[in-house]
């Protein structure tokens, strides 16, 4: 990591404690960086009923596009837990980062104890599902 | 609505235009305020897998959560879009705002023609699954 | 509960171990009735990733839609659980019973020990969103 | 592809017409094979609150785990759809197929005039989420 890309690991590890997880116990943390300098930050909120919990990275991506910055692209996600080996981010949160990255946008994958491991949204989510996938599927 | 709901409302409908809907082009906008006076704001945002989507008021209370607000208790959450009558949250927002919100927390669902209805999060979904539901169902 | 509800709900007690609820032991289990007869039956499946996690109430409307049933309108829907009241269904799977049945739709909530409770769709889902919703909110 | 395969295929062709996918018009079929030779089958199933949509991978799966099949191993997974190339499963869908999956699990990717592409869970979700990482992961 460089030092850009370390202080949004510093940022994601401090982070870690606001994540709501009283069913897992499972914390997890991101942050996201821009290429004009932006950063938002994502944690896991979960649900009594299980299927309505979100992940930190997507809760990332979305105060992204939430805050109105979809014209100032995605450099870098930084994700972060307790796991063992980096953290692998869920099927579900790839999906949601090939809506908004680049197959080259960078992605790193650490975990609390320094740990980490560079990837692309195309090494992660192999053949992904995308805009033109749907547009040329449809029943015309 | 009071003056500090109108406050909300005209946040929500300056909001809708940051929507990410190119699929449904349906925009819709939430806007969160705590006890304290802290808002929180939200847009749905689609995914070209369609079950990636998610609403504009769960991204407004994951926003609330994310910046570490759940010991200010919501006050009230505004929601709105283009609809002809007062917009109605889906069922899987009504599942994320019970696990957040108080079977009497203010919800005011508006369309941006300046109707609105006024309910509580029990009177749109009433006898909901919580965590007590939880724990007092799982095999001992 | 009449005759026919009666051998919906065995079949619903009976299918509670099929439930995949390795992550909260938490075992919920459908029964879905047709006008004409027809049954499907669901349980709820978890996921390492919370978030992908599906119910019981979800599996047994697929069920329903994937067997080509849809013109055969759905008469009744019963769910069951270990829980001391008779289950509530979470907002999600409320939403996916608004999307294929009516608003005087019977759902029976129960639990194994026999008690329940008898509602409609509109008594649980009340003031729900509909394809209609969605078509006059889209912007034109 | 074998002709055990070429059954499967056939079988999700014909299949194409069930999904229900009034919103996107885009219809998606699946069909899973075991070891011991049993089949489910899966469409995609939308909902006017375009999150709460299902894909045909997962009620697949859903209904291979609903059905009390989860000793009998999944031997093939083949999707199929309208598309140019052979469909790409979204990243939900890879998740859930991760719980019921080897990592060398087949997995078919058809479109309706006859390409496909061949993979293994690995392929489509390298380094994904597992009960593991959760296990690990968790404060204690």
């Given at each position: 990591m460089n030092s850009e890309e370390r202080k949004l690991y510093d940022l994601a590890v401090k982070h870690l404690d606001t994540a709501y997880a009283p069913y897992?116990?499972?914390?997890?943390?991101?942050?996201?960086?821009?290429?004009?300098?932006?950063?938002?930050?994502?944690?896991?909120?979960?649900?009594?009923?299980?299927?309505s919990t979100i992940c930190a990275e997507r809760v990332a991506i979305f105060n992204y596009v939430n805050q109105g910055l979809t014209s100032d692209p995605i450099k870098c996600l930084l994700i972060t837990g307790n796991t063992?080996?980096?953290?692998?981010?869920?099927?579900?949160?790839?999906?949601?980062?090939?809506e908004f990255m680049?197959?080259?946008?960078?992605?790193?994958?650490?975990?609390?104890?320094?740990?980490?491991?560079?990837a692309t949204l195309a090494d992660i989510l192999p053949y992904y599902f995308t805009d033109g996938d749907l547009a040329d599927g449809r029943n015309k």
């Open positions: 897992s116990k499972f914390h997890v943390s991101a942050a996201l960086l821009t290429e004009s300098g932006k950063i938002t930050t994502g944690v896991n909120i979960e649900n009594a009923a299980y299927g063992s080996r980096p953290i692998s981010p869920c099927g579900s949160c790839r999906q949601v980062m090939a680049q197959a080259g946008t960078k992605i790193i994958l650490t975990n609390a104890k320094g740990d980490y491991k560079e």
